[in-house]
């Protein structure tokens, strides 16, 4: 049985840094790409980042390139998404999902075979 479970985030002022983290389990890094995504209260739910099965391949939104930096730790099947410079815009609930293809720029939700139920993380301004 495939779960994802996410941890972290939390509450952080303007410009502050958190962390999410992914914790996978009934799969393999090494044949699963990782993609995290986040859904703000009223809105769709959005790309922000995506890492391949072998690691070699990442991909970043816009809105977060060169503040978010996702990472992997397979001994420990775990994924992360440490986010830096954080604004009142990054306020939502992150979600990581898992994925036999990497998709890069084209990562869509629809494309995503597992889902984790998501950690909120809250930017006060």
């Known amino acids: 049985q495939v779960q994802l479970v996410e941890s972290g985030g939390g509450l952080a002022q303007a410009g502050g840094s958190l962390s999410v983290a992914c914790a996978a389990s009934g799969l393999s890094l090494s044949s699963y790409a990782i993609n995290w995504f986040r859904q703000a209260p009223g809105k769709d739910r959005e790309y922000v980042a995506a890492i391949s099965w072998g690691g070699t391949r990442i991909d970043y939104a816009d809105s977060v390139k060169g503040r978010f930096t996702i990472s992997r730790d397979t001994t420990k099947n775990m994924v992360y998404l440490q986010m830096t410079s954080l604004n009142a815009e990054d306020t939502a609930t992150y979600y990581c999902?898992?994925?036999?293809?990497?998709?890069?720029?084209?990562?869509?939700?629809?494309?995503?075979?597992?889902w984790g139920k998501g950690a909120l993380v809250t930017v006060s301004s």
């Open positions: 999902a898992a994925s036999r293809l990497f998709y890069g720029g084209a990562t869509s939700s629809r494309d995503m075979d597992y």
